[in-house]
């Protein structure tokens, strides 16, 4: 997957879990930090990513989150599916 298939895979995630074709971001958001998505709107969202996109989100780890594992920052969303 190239950067830009992976960005657009995050905009259609983002905007399927929210119900809202009318949302972007750029490449620096946090998703959760910067208001675009709720915890619980965040997991709806890796779900609906994980299926566009085919690639699994590992486990919540103990004592670190997946959020705090950085995996609502849409850069790093971008780095790990697009490797």
């Known amino acids: 997957m190239t950067r830009e298939e992976a960005r657009n895979a995050i905009l259609k995630a983002v905007r399927l879990a929210l119900k809202n074709e009318s949302i972007n971001f750029d490449d620096n958001t946090d998703l959760i930090e910067q208001g675009v998505l709720d915890s619980l709107d965040g997991m709806v969202f890796l779900l609906e990513l994980s299926t566009i996109t ?3 989100f590992p486990e919540e ?3 670190q ?8 920052k849409v850069d790093k969303l971008i780095e790990y599916l697009a490797s």
């Open 54 to 56: 085919g690639k699994d």
């Open 61 to 63: 780890s103990p004592g």
């Open 65 to 72: 989150s997946l959020r705090e594992q950085g995996f609502f």
